[in-house]
């Protein structure tokens, strides 16, 4: 009733992927006038931190998290929405055009490549790559087309390799290794709310690439990816390069990068959407 | 609720809407500020001002630029973080006042502070850097900048000081002249003050007081070697330009962002505004990124 449905992170069965494994008590903030919600904070209350968080998130996960209001005093609705949060909270990644949202802490940035001015990869990085980086990409390109990858869509079985290959990557710090995360990634591929897309590379028949991404509505998510950079070290660029490509090809207009890793994404030149932190301690 | 749009052309006018519905949040929000550009130019006011029924609940505020014939913001192309003033409750109407605006239309350097505003093309970042948490440089480093940043400009300056002699001024009003040579040399002809008007306007700016005007004069071996401007408003300290002398070495360049950080904190400000533009450093210093963004009714094709 009161979301926008702007983005994937408005969107309840989305939020219910992780929702439903982690079960944390809702505090769900809501603003009647006159009988009618006109405002709402969805919370949920993180056991292990004793913190409330926005509804669904896990270990920070959730980007764009928003108070939703109905499109009248929306500053006034935002405003006292925060104030009567009576419990330690910590709200992150919170993103909103009022005020008092933009005077909070620039904490993370989403990063989105708006994509309805190019048809191809090489209009994005003509366009927005200067200098050495530009240079490094052309060669990643023209490097691994040469080599002639096999690649494949959407075979579900190999959301399994993304697992391994960031496991094998990250080691203990991939997320694949938390409870849960892996059958909330299963559980992407069976959303109704958008299309799951998968693209896995391989190498001499070996996957050493695969990369999940979600569309919705205008926007191409980028939701992860496993890569194996032992044999192609710059595999994780042109997995990157082919995603975007496969969202131009989708007809989005914009690629989503997500937030987090800001070095590393400020490298491709995305737009950088701040995102802000809210925290209430007693 | 109907809202209309008129044109306002009349410069007292324009005053009063605009003391009315300027929320006077940054420098850029006062119309002191702005003024001081506009005054040598007068260009034709064009502030587009919504009414609900007889009351004014936002504004856009534009002048036409005589040279361009073109709409521009109040106060011209100096300005950053431009704003549709908006009272609250009517947000929802902003894509109205941009749809009043005749074809073709580019406005640049608009902060998103609405959901339509919000969704236009990014162009570059306004920065900004919170230091209302700490004391020193040493801590802003610290706490703001990745480690190996923070080494690096640790060891330029430290090197400065101990193979140079460094005496920093500070209020030096007669250096003013010297900022504007300094700047010229650094940058050669795309300097700011051989633009019509832009040594008086600073001269002015350095006589606003409500703004807290402070130059910093930085002597590098014996000569004045970097002059730089900055203003004070509501906690925010503004750095608005400066010149460094073209021989000075690399790390001086270091050394000086650290004077300035050091003169922000002297001043308790909360914020430091290194205005636009990147120039290479100020996000690795840690500074946040607002985005300025475009506004075309111009069609691509």
């Known amino acids: 009733m009161l979301s926008p449905k702007e983005t994937i992170y408005d969107v309840w069965e989305f939020r219910n992927c992780f929702y439903k494994y982690l079960n944390y008590r809702l505090f769900f903030y809501t603003v009647y006038l006159q009988n009618v919600p006109v405002g709402l904070l969805p919370l949920q209350l993180n056991p292990e931190t004793g913190l409330l968080e926005f509804f669904g998130d896990h270990k920070g996960w959730m980007d764009q998290n928003k108070i939703f209001t109905t499109t009248d005093n929306k500053e006034a609705l935002v405003a006292l929405l925060l104030q009567n949060i009576t419990m330690p909270a910590q709200l992150d990644s919170l993103t909103g055009h009022e005020k008092i949202i933009e005077q909070l802490p620039i904490t993370d940035y989403t990063h989105l490549l708006p994509l309805s001015t190019y048809s191809t990869t090489t209009e994005y990085t003509d366009d927005r790559l200067h200098g050495s980086k530009k240079k490094q990409i052309k060669n990643i390109i023209k490097t691994y087309e040469d080599i002639k990858l096999e690649k494949r869509y959407n075979v579900s079985t190999d959301i399994e390799h993304l697992f391994e290959l960031n496991i094998q990557h990250f080691g203990n710090e991939s997320s694949f290794v938390w409870p849960h995360r892996k059958e909330i990634f299963r559980d992407f591929l069976q959303l109704h709310c958008c299309k799951s897309n998968l693209t896995t590379l391989l190498y001499q028949d070996k996957i050493i690439g695969v990369c999940l991404s979600l569309q919705y509505r205008d926007s191409y998510i980028g939701i992860n990816m496993g890569v194996d950079t032992n044999i192609l070290p710059d595999i994780l660029s042109y997995l990157l390069l082919i995603d975007i490509q496969n969202a131009i090809s989708c007809g989005a207009k914009q690629y989503d990068a997500r937030g987090g890793n800001q070095q590393g994404k400020a490298r491709w030149h995305f737009d950088q959407i701040p995102q802000h932190s809210f925290t209430y301690t007693l | ?301």
């Not at chain 2, 230091?131 to 802003?140: G, P, S």
């Not at chain 2, 300056?157 to 209020?171: C, P």
């Not at chain 2, 832009?198 to 930085?218: C, G, S």
């Open chain 2, 1 to 301: 609720m109907t809202i209309t749009i008129k044109k306002i052309e009349d410069i007292t006018e324009a005053q009063r809407l605009w003391d009315l519905l300027s929320p006077k949040e940054s420098i850029f929000d006062t119309w002191e500020f702005r003024y001081i550009f506009y005054k040598y130019t007068r260009q034709p006011i064009a502030f587009y001002t919504g009414y609900d029924g007889d009351t004014p609940i936002g504004l856009l505020p534009l002048q036409i630029n005589e040279q361009t014939k073109q709409l521009e913001f109040f106060g011209g192309n100096f300005m950053d973080d431009n704003t549709l003033f908006l009272l609250p409750g009517y947000e929802s109407s902003a894509e109205l006042f941009f749809s009043s605006l005749p074809v073709p239309t580019t406005l640049s350097y608009i902060a998103g502070t609405n959901a339509f505003t919000s969704q236009l093309p990014i162009i570059d970042y306004h920065f900004i850097a919170p230091i209302d948490t700490v004391t020193t440089t040493d801590e802003y480093l610290h706490k703001l900048v990745s480690s190996d940043k923070r080494r690096e400009i640790q060891r330029r300056a430290r090197k400065m000081l101990s193979e140079h002699s460094i005496v920093v001024y500070t209020n030096k009003l007669d250096d003013l002249e010297l900022l504007f040579s300094l700047n010229k040399e650094q940058f050669g002809e795309k300097s700011t003050f051989y633009y019509p008007n832009r040594e008086t306007i600073y001269k002015d700016l350095t006589q606003a007081e409500m703004f807290h005007p402070a130059l910093l004069t930085i002597e590098l071996d014996g000569q004045k070697a970097a002059v730089f401007l900055s203003l004070t408003y509501k906690e925010t300290y503004i750095a608005i330009n400066g010149g460094i002398s073209a021989s000075a070495p690399k790390d001086f360049h270091t050394y000086t962002k650290v004077a300035k950080l050091e003169e922000a904190l002297q001043y308790k400000a909360k914020k430091y505004d290194a205005l636009t533009n990147d120039c290479g450093w100020k996000e690795n210093w840690g500074f946040q990124k607002i985005p300025q963004r475009i506004y075309t009714n111009v069609s691509a094709e």
